[in-house]
Structure formats: C-alpha cells, structure tokens
C-alpha cells in the first residue's frame, strides 16, 4: 500500500483529530513491530501561518507567522498522498522513539517549529522554486 509514500512527500490526514491538515512523511514502516497496523511518523502543521501584507512592519509579520507543528504515528490507510515532494526540511531528529517519551516529544516539536518558521519566511530554493512549500504552509480549504 505505502508503497509511494516515502520520506519527504506530503499528505493530508483524513482522520483523527488532525483530520485535514497537511503533514510530511518523516519515516514509513511497513512492517507491524511498533505498532499493530503499518504507519508513518509524520510531522504537520497544527496550527498555519495567518496571512501577511506588503503594509504590515516586521513585529506584526513575525507574529503572524506563528506555526504550531505536531508530531504523530499514522496508518498508512488515514493518509492521503499528494503530488509534492519536499527534500530540504531538516527533519533528522524526529523518529518513532521520540514519540514515546513526552519531553523529547515537545523539544522535537520546538526544533520542528523554527524550521517549518524559517522554511515558511525563505521558500525559495533551486530545485521547486518554493511551489511545494507554498503548498505545504497553505490552509487546506474544501
């Protein structure tokens, strides 16, 4: 089934409390050694940015662009896969032992923060000229 969903591509959760939301595959197990269902370790975004003008000062913009990230196991079968593919978010760190213990959980969530916030303020880069991050830190709106 997971078959495509490697490191890197971005879903959206269809269940869950998180239902909706945008998340990048961190890791895919297909195998049932963790846990009694095949899942993916994801990292999303929680809460989105709000939207910036051209006429607000840099206070207002850094407050604006606030995310709130979350950390998460999920079957493979609650995920759905979209077309984009993302290869620069620094993502290392997170793994499925950092879900078990809450207090690396919420320092995973801290480092996740500034990259999603340094990600969302510098997009460009070479390769996708920031159309799969523009995807990424947009509200899913149906």
């Known amino acids: 089934m997971g ?8 879903c959206i959760l269809t269940s869950g409390r998180f239902a909706g939301k945008k998340a990048i595959i961190v890791s895919q197990h297909e195998t049932r050694a ?26 207002r913009i850094a407050r604006k662009s606030h995310i709130k990230p979350f950390v998460k196991a999920v079957n493979l079968s609650h995920l759905l896969p979209t077309r984009y593919v993302v290869k620069d978010f620094d993502l290392d760190g997170i793994n499925d032992e950092i879900l078990k213990d809450k207090e690396q959980k919420v320092e995973a969530k801290k480092t996740l923060r500034k ?25 899913l709106r149906f």
């Open 3 to 10: 078959g495509f969903m490697k490191s890197g591509r971005i």
């Open 115 to 139: 990259v999603f916030e340094k990600k969302y303020l510098n997009p460009t880069s070479a390769e996708d000229k920031g159309e799969n991050t523009k995807f990424f830190f947009k509200k």
């Open 34 to 59: 963790n846990r009694a269902f095949p899942h993916a370790v994801v990292a999303g975004i929680e809460r989105y940015p709000k939207r910036v003008t051209r006429r607000m000062g840099k206070k």
